[in-house]
């Protein structure tokens, strides 16, 4: 990434001055980032409360909404090469339709998400095996009322500052029914690669050696558009709903190869001058992903006035790049919250809706 000359701009110096991002972070988010893996090895710690036995299913339904269906879109990522059955990741009321022997994980990180809440009472109608992980709320005394197996999470912070909390204990409940995803090697190195930025994105680490602040500078007032391939889609989602809840930002959003076949012819528009492209890589992605990556990059270049970007995944195991990506769109998130002079931490229009909804 261009470092964009030998003086600093005076947006560049502002997210330097570390005086300044105290002022605007008043709930201090900056803290919550810089914990995360802590966060990581707590939640590894997480285990299942007494419950009805659990048999190994035939699929899986992850059912969540916001920050906390998070974990549920991780998850998936992580499976889609090694799990033999199906993992859905179910946002809304109800559940849909499913085998008999189906798990369902409700997850809620405040236990008062109404359409978690809705999917969970269709399983048990349904008689499909129920696990809970949340905080507490409504959704935990459910589960303690009807006797079902939960994860029980550390409260205190917003849905989407818990993804730690909200996607490991997923990995437990899974190996808990036979259903193992990864080797102690593969987290090890996943707690490793997030410990190591957790050093690198952090406020004290000045614009040039920091990669989420060179990413926020870049985009700035610009709109990002967020593109990623097969290995790379759930952190493109993970990255627009934290630059809208913290940043307060609009986000486009797309996956190769499906945008090669109708928005790539957008970037030829006058309003391209407008958005910043962004592309999430892998390592691991096909000769043919890379190839339309590249491909995409010249030709979406002249209408957009300036190369994409490109940001990559750390580490070698899948777990490592999943959680690398994911926890360097939160800081990037952060940053441009900070160059827009918000706190990050308040979302008073999710609040207020909720509150609507409620009366």
């Known amino acids: 990434m261009s470092e964009g000359g030998s003086s600093p701009s005076s947006s560049a110096v502002s997210l330097d001055d570390l005086a300044r991002l105290a002022r605007l972070d008043e709930h201090r988010v900056r803290d919550v980032l810089a914990a995360f893996p802590e966060q990581c090895r707590e939640a590894l710690a997480l285990r299942m409360t007494a419950g009805p036995a659990l048999s190994t299913p035939s699929a899986i339904i992850v059912a969540g909404m916001g920050g906390s269906a998070a974990g549920g879109d991780l998850l998936a990522a992580r499976a889609a090469d090694t799990l033999r059955i199906p993992l859905l990741v179910h946002r809304g009321y109800g559940l849909p339709g499913a085998p008999a022997n189906t798990l369902v994980i409700a997850s809620s990180y405040s236990g008062e998400t109404v359409e978690t809440l809705s999917a969970a009472e269709t399983a048990l109608e349904r008689g499909h095996a129920l696990v809970v992980v ?4 409504v959704l935990g005394r459910l589960a303690e009322r009807r006797g079902v197996s939960a994860v029980m999470l550390p409260g205190g912070l917003m849905p989407r500052m818990a993804l730690g909390y909200l996607f490991f204990p997923l990995l437990t409940v899974l190996a808990g029914v036979g259903l193992s995803l990864t080797s102690t090697d593969e987290v090890g190195e996943a707690l ?33 558009a967020l593109y990623g391939g097969p290995a790379t889609h759930a952190a493109v989602y993970r990255w627009k709903t934290d630059f809208a809840e913290n940043a307060k930002l609009f986000a486009l959003t797309g996956v190769v190869p499906e945008m090669n076949h109708n928005e790539i ?6 309003r391209a001058r407008e958005v910043q492209a962004i592309f999430l890589r892998d390592d691991a992605e096909s000769p043919a992903i890379a190839r339309r990556f590249a491909v995409l990059r010249d030709l979406i270049a002249p209408g957009a006035g300036a190369t ?29 919250a900070m160059l827009g002079g918000r706190d990050p931490w308040p979302i008073p229009l999710l609040d207020a809706l909720k509150g609507r909804l409620s009366s």
Not at 134 to 137: A, E, H, I, N, Q
Not at 265 to 270: I, S, V
Request: glycine share 12%.
């Open 134 to 137: 949340t905080t507490g709320g």
């Open 192 to 224: 490793d690669v997030v410990e190591a930025l957790a050093h690198e994105l952090g406020p004290a680490e000045p614009v040039r050696g920091n990669e989420a602040k060179r990413l926020a500078l870049a985009i700035e007032d610009r709109i990002p």
């Open 265 to 270: 012819e957008a970037w030829q528009g006058g």
């Open 308 to 336: 994409a970007l490109e940001v990559w995944t750390r580490g070698k195991g899948r777990l490592a790049r999943l959680i690398s990506l994911a926890y360097l769109g939160q800081w990037t998130s952060y940053y441009l």
